[in-house]
């Protein structure tokens, strides 16, 4: 039992880490927000993981494995997902400076987070082949493994993410001007990263 809860445990502390690190939408909007709005902002876009991934967890481990063979269900999120990219991008470019910025409207960090992570594909992949699988292994030795799994798994995940939103607040102090120009960057890495949904959601569309 203690060696599976802490082989659990260590298991989510590195998925999360990774995966929290890794370049993907809710990244690029954590760090755009920060730089838009200020830390605070994107430290709320940070925890949408929180909000949006328990009914992903429940659809994945019921729902998902009866739709997996059809590949639509899948799709269809990756190309909402794309549309919802390019329009964030689209506000990047807008994007002027940070104080006109915050007197603009309100940034609704954490509703963006929010759609963004629903309309991603790669939490359902995750949990609906790597995550989900290893916790119902784990059923048998009790609660307490997946417990622990799901602890490492958005602490680490989340922990990432306020970092990151933690050290582009500290770039979005010094560097005034140049933040613009980050924000444009941030855009078009949006804009990539729905080209590469797009391609992906007909891929799994025609497949």
Known sequence: MVD??????LSGMVMGLSGGLAPGPLTTLVVSQTLMYGRLEGMKA???PLVTDAPIILACMWILNRLAGTGWFLGSLSLLGAALLAYYGVECF???TAKAQREMKDPRSLWKGIWVNLLNPHPYLFWSTVGGPLMVRSFPDGWQPSA??????????????????AVSGLVSGRWGRA???INR????????????????GVRLLTD
Do not use: D, H
């Not at 599976?4 to 445990?9: D, I, V």
């Not at 798994?153 to 993410?161: D, I, R, T, W």
């Open 4 to 9: 599976q809860t802490a082989f659990m445990l």
């Open 46 to 48: 940070a925890f949408a």
């Open 94 to 96: 807008r994007f002027q």
């Open 148 to 165: 622990c799994f799901l602890i490492g798994f958005y602490g680490s995940l989340v922990g990432a993410k306020l970092l990151m939103a």
């Open 179 to 181: 933040v613009v120009w």
């Open 185 to 200: 960057g941030l855009g078009a890495g949006l804009w990539l990263l729905a080209v590469g949904l797009v391609r992906e």
